[in-house]
């Protein structure tokens, strides 16, 4: 019987899914919570799984982890940036992912730091709990212009909602084309127009070599002393540093970001010392709906992959390794 491994199942999020009894039809499961301390617990932890399913992305899969998996045939999860795709693919893992699952519950936590953000949520709050009585004045959405940076599934997601509080949206990204910009009904500008125009900017780039340090001093200086910055992508984009300098300096009004990577942040973050943000722990797309998607759509990839049928693969050449050719069974 396939030996089947659930990650990551804090809160209970997986076996309160109730995709377990569809699982265990296929195989042997075995579910854990929080990742083990150490490299070596984990491998132990996961050495006889052929199929790994992880919920939550806290689990590392890199290249020395999977190295000592010879069992593991597949991986699938709700997002492989914590995945060594290309060592996976190597070692003949399929890695397949849940695409799309979180979109909604991520485009609502955008606008629940915008909202913050524009009306000093966070700094009221914190007076009165000090039993100080300190409104804060804001500013309105309303007639403002919203800046996305990458129009993708969730920048589109954050254009639907934003346009309901009345913003202008414009957009840039660097696949984003005139057709696309329109079905969205977004106004599509060049990547420094953006920066100049908007009141707020909201980041949604995939990472890579051209998106690292995308967000820094040079882009930040081009920003009006008003504007604010929404941050909801992966740690690299935004040189957090240099957004922290801007912050202390008054160059920008004011930042709200949903960190990660790494999971728990480093302590020493410059951006948790810099004023008028709002942080978050990488929870914007943690939502009872969001892990009810993922698990029934991680159980999907499972069960289609034991029956011959690899679904949202994204590493198609593991398919065709030596390790592939043995059946899973």
């Not at 920048?155 to 990204?173: D, K, Y």
């Not at 390790?323 to 069974?329: F, K, L, M, N, T």
């Amino acid at each position: 019987m396939t030996h089947i491994v659930v990650c990551d199942d804090v809160e209970g999020a997986f076996r309160n899914s109730g995709e377990l009894p569809r699982l265990q039809a296929a195989g042997n499961v075995t579910v854990y919570g929080a990742a083990p301390p150490t490299r070596q617990a984990l491998v132990e932890r996961l050495r006889p799984a052929k199929v790994i399913l992880t919920m939550r992305g806290r689990t590392v899969f890199d290249r020395e982890t999977l190295a000592n998996l010879p069992e593991l045939h597949l991986i699938a999860s709700s997002g492989p940036h914590r995945i060594d795709v290309k060592a996976a693919t190597g070692s003949g893992i399929v890695v397949a992912t849940t695409a799309g699952t979180s979109t909604e519950s991520v485009a609502d936590h955008v606008l629940a730091l915008m909202l913050a953000l524009a009306r000093g949520v966070v700094p009221a709050d914190q007076a009165l709990r000090q039993c100080r009585w300190d409104p804060v004045t804001g500013v309105e959405l309303a007639g403002k212009t919203l800046g996305i940076l990458g129009l993708g599934r969730i920048g589109r997601a954050v254009a639907r909602r934003a346009v309901g509080f009345g913003l202008h949206v414009i957009a840039w990204g660097p696949t984003l084309t005139p057709e696309r910009a329109a079905a969205s009904a977004v106004e599509m500008v060049g990547e420094e127009e953006l920066f100049r125009r908007a009141d707020v900017v909201s980041v949604h780039l995939l990472y890579s070599e051209l998106s690292r340090d995308f967000v820094n001093a040079k882009r930040l200086a081009l920003m009006k002393p008003t504007a604010l910055l929404v941050d909801i992508s992966r740690t690299g984009i935004v040189n957090r540093q240099q957004l922290a300098e801007a912050l202390h300096s008054g160059r920008i009004a004011g930042a709200a970001t949903d960190l990660c990577d790494p999971c728990p942040v480093d302590m020493n973050d410059p951006i948790l010392g810099a004023p008028r943000t709002v942080l978050t722990p990488h929870m914007g797309w943690q939502t009872r709906e969001s892990h009810q998607r993922a698990a029934r759509d991680s159980v999907d990839i499972v069960l289609s992959y034991l029956e011959g049928r690899p679904s949202n693969v994204v590493n198609a050449d593991a398919l065709k390794s030596p390790r592939q050719a043995a059946s899973v069974q």
